[in-house]
């Protein structure tokens, strides 16, 4: 099927891999993603039922949102898709806004506003948990109507949780399948991207992934974890099957931006 885009923008998106992707995720009676991000994966599967949980509350409050009020939502994220909106003197003054205001459904709509006119869809915070995302500087601003519809009707099937991946994973039974799409091991020493979430994701929690991996699939339950293949990650995953996939990789600075390609790992811990 054509592949559906998620109406968020998401450095390290998995639009581009999903169909490799879909080749390991055996049919089962729910699919548990606890780092579901912007769903892409959510998007272009087939489950009867989905829990999707991540570690960042703005993501988790925005994708219910839009889960529960539709149209209304879609119609109020609109509003804030002018073009006077797109200037960096109102870009700093509606993240200011998205920082101070203790509204949820305000903070869901700019949240979306963020998204689209932040630099290449970066989520970060800064150590007080504040939004920092510098603006983009793009000429023109795509509204994602059709995506926020989409997803609105897919996400019937779906419970969307702001929890750790632990508690997510403790859930899982016999008939669940989960993936995992955990923040990258980083490809160098400056590049990360774990500050989309205030505590960031340390090399001793890839570890703790990997163990809950290989504790699900003994009591029957496939898991497939997404990352860079690097030497540490395939020693991480060890005993799983490691299947490589090139994706693309944008490195952004506030005016230009520059592709590459990455090789990522795809690691599949099927039941015995």
């Known amino acids: 099927m054509p592949i559906r885009r998620s109406y968020l923008q998401w450095p390290g998106g998995k639009s581009h891999i ?21 769903s892409s994966v959510f998007l272009n599967t087939d489950y009867p039922e989905y829990l ?16 529960a009020y539709g149209e209304a939502f879609i119609g109020a994220c609109r509003e804030l898709f002018v073009p006077e909106n797109n200037a960096p003197e109102r870009y700093y003054a509606l993240r200011q806004e998205f920082n101070a205001t203790q509204n949820l459904w305000r903070r869901a709509i700019l949240f979306v506003y963020l998204n689209r006119h932040g630099i290449h869809g970066l989520m970060r ?18 509204f994602p109507e059709a995506e926020m519809r989409l997803f609105a009707e897919h996400a019937k099937r779906a419970s969307f949780v702001h929890a750790d991946f632990r508690d997510l994973m403790s859930q899982a039974r016999p008939g669940d399948v989960v993936y995992c799409d955990p923040p990258y091991v980083p490809l160098s020493d400056t590049a990360n991207f774990t500050e989309y ?6 090399w001793h929690d890839h570890m703790a992934l990997a ?12 898991v497939e974890i997404s990352n ?28 230009r931006q520059a592709a590459r390609t990455a090789e990522e790992i795809l690691a599949i811990f099927w039941p015995p």
């Open 52 to 67: 999707l949980g991540d570690a960042n509350p703005d993501l988790i409050l925005v994708h219910r949102t839009l889960q």
């Open 228 to 255: 860079h293949r690097t030497p540490a990650t395939e020693s991480l995953y060890r005993g799983a099957q490691l299947v490589s996939v090139r994706a693309p990789r944008n490195i952004g600075v506030q005016h």
């Open 197 to 202: 979430a205030p505590g960031g994701f340390s």
């Open 125 to 142: 915070y800064n150590r007080r948990g504040a939004f920092n995302t510098p603006f983009g500087y793009r000429r023109k601003i795509y």
């Open 18 to 38: 999903v169909s490799a992707l879909r080749a390991f995720l055996p049919p089962g009676r729910r699919l548990i993603e606890p780092f579901v991000g912007a």
């Open 211 to 222: 163990g809950y991996a290989r504790e699900l699939a003994r009591r029957g339950v496939t």
